[in-house]
């Protein structure tokens, strides 16, 4: 393997350690949905949820799997390094160029945007993960119009860890969808767009037999809405891949008022780089930006003009309110971004190496380069030091041992589904209770968000609510167990644990256990479609992977100019002998063949 080839592994690594270096420490970065436990248990639901919407199915029975041979500090931190890791490095081998420094401008471009920040401190690196799989699918895509050996199973492949989650599985969907549009063969778009579909069946499945019901509350509309965060307003914020709805997970940099100057310079190179794009991709270019345009009107769709309508769909429409929170849809929004911010700036350094020299070329992709950091410094260890390691406490475990002898039920209180703790540096984070204990866990899926709360769809959750909010008892409610997790100004009523006996209490956690509690019922058979739904997910991926290695090419991605279909065909740079003599030598090496380089 050349040296050069290997540049783009090494700035994918270096962007990987620089981001993630808080976590050479030991212990777990627990923020928000961002849940790891020294072993998470596979229950029932969390693949087939009785009373809540499958947000993380297939999600966290993958991650229960992978707990059996890998310890949860350990998974955790292979995660999110697969995640920054994976992003720059696709990105790189996307860029349609075949010079090395361009590559580096794209990988730097994607894997350090507000986006991937703001959802780091979010916890949502169930979503970071389709972030991470796009520029492969995209790759695969391509090559599947071009007619490439083992594109199809490669592109299953690459959507596999975005239908993870509901909307990543969306999105890959989408972009299976947009790309292979117009194709001349339409029994490889149905067979492509079919697996990807299979590859979303564990969460569909799941919403279907689930007993939580479809709709949701329109209240989270505005609750999610992307938001402004500087003076620039949602839209602009938006435009720079940022805006989400929490302002608690919103890099520090990003209400500088010189941020919209610098989304605005940045958008002006990309603005010239699609030019240059639709050359070298003529209809990819198009397809890309077709896609990144609804992306970028889901994500600002909570926000006047379009709010009413949203929250209409939201109120009466199953499965609308998936779009409340539309900035986390801006993931093809930023992989055109990063594609044609980094043609763009090798349309620069070309035009102004021929004019001056090749140093000056080289001068602007460096620039360029560190443009991203320049805005987003703050993305740097941990977004700015926020995502740091902490230890459970061991109550958690004695807990867990308790429950594990005589399992049942969990209530767990406060019944507050996200809440910050003292031994996690008072970070707000989801309830660890359902991952770390081997047993069911009813807890409150209502979320506040500011002065709004936006009501859940668990029928149970609401019943504990009103029996709490009506100061009884909640031993009628049947569960085996009430787990109260002691926070200071996070009392639980005495009234509300009348009729329980105590277990065991520790500092931060107590354990009560309910005598009357209802025995456990058979696993009800709406449960067994959803797991039928997962086994054929799991049969495409490896039926997929066995194609590939079948295949005499096994990489992911290489830059091919072999001829393809009519107005589909994706060069990595055009071949051309008009090229004036001091730009000629910037293509070059783009003109060789790969078997050549």
Known sequence: MRLRALVPHATAAVITMVVLAPLAAPGYVLRYDMVFVPRQRLTWEMVAPADALPRAVPLDALVSVANLAVP????????????????ALGMARLVPSGRTLPKVVGAVAYAWTPFLAERLLLGQWGLLLAYAALPWLVAAARDLRAGRPGALARLVLAAAPAAVTPTGGLIALATVVVLLAATTDLARQAVAAGAVAALCLPWVVAALTSTAGGRSDPAGVDAFAARAENWSGAWGAAAGTGGIWNAQTVPASR????????????????????????????????RLAVLAAGALLLAVAGTPPAAPVLRWLVANVAGAGLLRDGQKFLIPYALLMAVTFSVGAEVLARWLSGRLDRTAGRVVLVAAALLPVAILPDLAFGVGGELRPVRYPADWAAVSARVSAAPGEV???????????????????????????????LMNDALQVGDVTVD??????????????????????????????????????????????????????????????????????????????HLLAALVVVVAAISLLRTRRRAWYRPDTRESEEGSQWPSWPRSSSRPSSVRRWASSASTPPSER
Not at 77 to 85: G, K, M, Q, S, T
Not at 255 to 284: D, H, K, N, Y
């Open 72 to 87: 949860g500090w350990l998974l955790q931190r292979l995660a999110l390094a697969a995640i920054v890791y994976l992003a």
């Open 255 to 286: 209400a500088s008022a010189l941020v919209p100057l610098a989304t605005l310079a940045l958008l002006a190179v990309c603005a010239t780089g699609f030019v240059e794009l639709r050359r070298r991709w003529p209809g990819g270019a198009v």
């Open 411 to 441: 209530l767990s209180l406060p019944f507050h589904g996200y809440q910050g703790y003292r031994w996690n540096r008072g970070e707000v984070v989801r309830d660890p209770a359902p991952r770390f204990l081997d047993a069911p866990v």
């Open 456 to 533: 859940g769809e668990s029928p149970r959750a609401a019943r504990v609510r009103a029996a709490l909010a009506a100061g009884e008892p909640v031993a009628p409610l049947g569960v085996r167990w009430v787990l109260v997790r002691k926070e200071p100004g996070l009392d639980v009523a005495a009234s509300a644990l009348a009729g329980l006996r105590p277990a065991y209490d520790g500092r931060y956690l107590a354990l009560w256990e309910n005598p009357a509690a209802a025995p456990a019922g058979a696993d009800p058979p709406r449960r067994w479609p959803a797991a039928a739904a």
